[in-house]
């Protein structure tokens, strides 16, 4: 079965950097679209960013653009999320999900890691 | 950027009520459109993409419809493991995906 597992997530100061990783098995990684959404305290779903299958096409929405870097290690089935410059506005529970096509959802998402950014 | 709004916001209900939650586009989405659900402390589950095509293996008490800029999920008989949010996304930008405020059902 699909399984994506979040790590990295934790507490850290302003201005401060952190990378998350989701371990992904279960389906062939290398073929699907992934994504990371987030959620503060609260609050609702805000997609943060996306990379094809291959790694080459990334998109951000402006709210996060040049602060956070999605990349993935097909090698490893690996989706990481670089987060730079980080403020108490980026705290939120991180997940990973799967794209299902085009128009089709994200059909599997991870349980999730929460980032608070905190002094 | 296209923006989502349901309402309502809350919803109370009680176990086997029909229940509807609409979802309003600030412009037309043609049926590119998803609803999930959110139990607490958990991450969302797709329930209906395109508009009306349900996730394998989610029950059909659960139905969608719409195109354009209005949207309802409709939960034909609530059950107690039903109580959760809904959010409905919109897959029409892509790759700018947006996503509603979420409607918190609410047992009565």
């Known amino acids: 079965q699909v399984q994506l597992v979040e790590s990295g997530g934790g507490v850290v100061q302003p201005g401060r950097s952190l990378r998350l990783s989701c371990a992904a098995s279960g389906f062939t990684f290398n073929t699907y679209s992934m994504h990371w959404v987030r959620q503060a305290p609260g609050k609702g779903l805000e997609w943060v960013a996306l990379i094809s299958y291959d790694g080459i096409n990334k998109y951000y929405p402006d709210s996060v653009k040049g602060r956070l870097t999605i990349s993935r290690d097909n090698s490893k089935n690996t989706l990481y999320l670089q987060m730079n410059s980080l403020s108490a506005d980026d705290t939120a529970v991180y997940y990973c999900a799967r794209s299902s096509g085009y128009y089709g959802g994200f059909d599997n998402w991870g349980q999730g890691t929460l980032v608070t950014v905190s002094s | 950027d296209i923006q989502l709004t349901q309402s309502p916001s809350f919803l109370s209900a009680s176990v086997g009520d029909r229940v509807t939650i609409t979802c309003r586009a600030s412009?037309?989405?043609?049926?590119?459109l998803a609803w999930y659900q959110q139990a607490p402390g958990k991450a969302p589950k797709l329930l209906i993409y395109?508009?009306?095509t349900l996730q394998s293996g989610v029950p059909s008490r659960f139905s969608g419809s719409g195109s354009g800029t209005e949207f309802t999920l409709t939960i034909s008989s609530l059950q107690p493991e039903d109580f959760a949010t809904y959010y409905c996304q919109q897959l029409n930008s892509y790759p700018l995906y947006t996503f509603g405020q979420g409607t918190k059902l609410e047992i009565k």
């Open positions: 412009q037309g989405i043609s049926n590119y």
């Open positions: 395109a508009a009306s």
